[in-house]
C-alpha cells in the first residue's frame, strides 16, 4: 500500500478521501467501529451546511464515499509503526503491513477517575449520548468541568429526573452552552467538587463527593466521567515530536518525523472539532499523496 492511516475517525475518512482522489493507495486501519467519536454523536449542530446532523448517517457516508474511492479498510489495533529500509512497517495485532506513509487519526481516548472501574457498565459510563436513555427519569451525575462534561449534564438532563454536574474546576464551555445549563431546572452544579469514591452491591448506588472540604453522599443510578482525554500515541516511534502529548504538527500536517503525518484530535491544533479534524485530514491526505509521488 501507498498510505496507511490509522483510525477511521472523520480526520482519517477525509484524509482517505483525499489521498484518494490524489491517485494514492489507501487503507484504513480502525479498530473499533468506523466514524470515531462522531459516529456516536446524535445531534450535531455545527457541521457546516447540516445544520442538525446524526453522526452516525454522516460518518457512514464518509465510509461510503472512501469505500467508493478504493480505500481498504482493515478491522484491527495498530500496535507499532517502525520505519525500515525506507518503507513504514505497521503491525496490528494479528500481522504487519508496509506503507511508503502513514497518517496518524488516532483521535484520543477518555480520561478515567482511577477507582470507578468495577462499576463500569453497571452504572459508570463514559458517553452519555450512548447510555443515556438507560437512566430516562433517574437520578445521575456527571464527572469533569469542561465543555464536554458541560454537554454530557445537559443531554442528560433530557433524560433523567436529576442531574449533578461534579466540577472540580470552573466550568469551561461556550456562553451559549452556560446559558443552557443556568436554565435546566433539574440540572446542579456542585463547584470546586470532585467524586473521591464510588459505591454499590452490583451496580452503583452512591457516591461520595468532595464538596467545598465537606464529603457529602449522593444517591445516584448513573455517573457519567467526562474527566479529559488523552491523546492515542503509544504505537509511534520515539522520533515522533509531542507536546503535552499530543502530535506536532507542521502546515502540511507533517510530524517531525518524515513521512508521518497526523490530522484531528490527536494533534497539537486547538480546536478539536469535527469540521477540524476534516480540514486537517483533507491536508494530511493530500500532502501526504504528495509526498508519496516525490518519493518514487
Ligand atoms: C461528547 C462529545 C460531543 C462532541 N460534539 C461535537 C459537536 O457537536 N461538533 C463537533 O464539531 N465536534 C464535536 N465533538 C468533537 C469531535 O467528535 C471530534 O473532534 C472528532 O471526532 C475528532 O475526530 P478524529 O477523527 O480526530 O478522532 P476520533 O473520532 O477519536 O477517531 C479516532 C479513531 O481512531 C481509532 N484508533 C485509535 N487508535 C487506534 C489504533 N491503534 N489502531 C486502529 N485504530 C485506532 C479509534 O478507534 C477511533 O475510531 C464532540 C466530542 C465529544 C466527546
Known sequence: MQIAIIGGGVGGLTSAIYALRAGCQVTIFEQYGYGGITATLTDIENYPGVPKANGFDLTQQMLQQ?????AKTIRKKVVSVVEKDNHFVISTT????????????SGTRRNNLGFEQPFVGKGVSYCATCDGNFYSGQVVAVAGSGAHAVNEALYLAN???KVYLVADKPLKAD????DKLENASNLEVLADSNVVEVNGQDKLQQIKVMCNGNLKDLDVDGLFVAVGASPQTEFLPDTVAKEKGYLVVDATMQTTHKGIFACGDVTNGNLKQIVSACSDGAKAGWYSAKYVKMKK
Do not use: I, N, P, Y
Open 94 to 105: 494479528k500481522d504487519q503491513h508496509v506503507a511508503d506513509a502513514v497518517v496518524v487519526a
Open 66 to 70: 472512501a469505500k467508493e474511492l478504493g
Open 159 to 161: 433524560l433523567a429526573r
Open 175 to 178: 456562553q451559549l452552552l452556560l
